[in-house]
């Protein structure tokens, strides 16, 4: 595994293995969850489905998701205990407006930032034209990363991001978690375990 790091971000290069990346990509693509995105406009035109969880729901979510958990052995920070899971399917024209990931926001009284935000390229196409990841600071631009296949990829939770329009033949696929590390009064008013989609016509709470 390479490693390649600077002030905002961290990139692990060939963080799996290549089976397990194939099948993390059919599991996603087949999941009866995946569905138009149920995120903010920012995401307009893109694919996903989001699972909210707490460390002390990890267990369901292996039970539910089992194609999820060596991604997320990786992936997790253990000065973390609050999570907000999706894969992101960006299509021939789409993209990813720019805001700040603040998902777990809606479920407490106040604004939640995550500490670090994880991105697992999962499909990147070999013609990918634009579909680049874009950090920026105070609204200005810090750098542009250009996805990888099997990359993970941790960069600051408070930086503003978007992703410039796509162009290609095949799909480009990742998996986000943003990473938070709430205080027990904020721990509190989340979920142990949570599903989010608009395949059905409500967010499925499995507990």
Not at 15 to 26: H, P, Q, R, V
Not at 93 to 109: E, F, Q, T
């Amino acid at each position: 595994m390479m490693i390649h790091s600077s002030k905002y971000y961290i990139k692990l290069h060939n963080a799996f293995s290549s089976d397990y990346l194939e099948y993390l990509k059919s599991q996603i693509l087949t999941c009866s969850y995946l569905a138009n995105n149920q995120l903010s406009e920012s995401f307009a035109g893109t694919r996903g489905f989001s699972v909210i969880f707490k460390a002390s729901g990890m267990s369901e979510l292996n039970l539910q998701f089992p194609f999820f958990k060596t991604y997320l052995e990786t992936a997790l920070r253990k000065t973390c205990n609050a999570f907000y899971l999706n894969p992101l399917v960006l299509e021939e024209g789409a993209c990813v407006k720019p805001h700040i990931d603040c998902s777990l926001s809606s479920y407490g009284k106040e604004m939640l930032i995550p500490k670090i935000v994880s991105v697992l390229y999962v499909q990147v196409p070999n013609d990918l034209q634009g579909g680049k990841l874009m950090l920026q600071e105070d609204d200005y631009p810090i750098c542009q990363i250009q996805p990888r296949a099997n990359t993970l990829l941790y960069f600051k939770g408070n930086l503003k991001h978007s992703v410039n329009e796509v162009n290609s033949s095949q799909t480009r696929i990742s998996l986000i978690c943003e990473q938070y590390n709430l205080s027990e009064t904020q721990l509190q008013y989340i979920p142990e375990f949570e599903i989010e989609t608009k395949a059905y016509k409500q967010s499925s709470n499995l507990l």
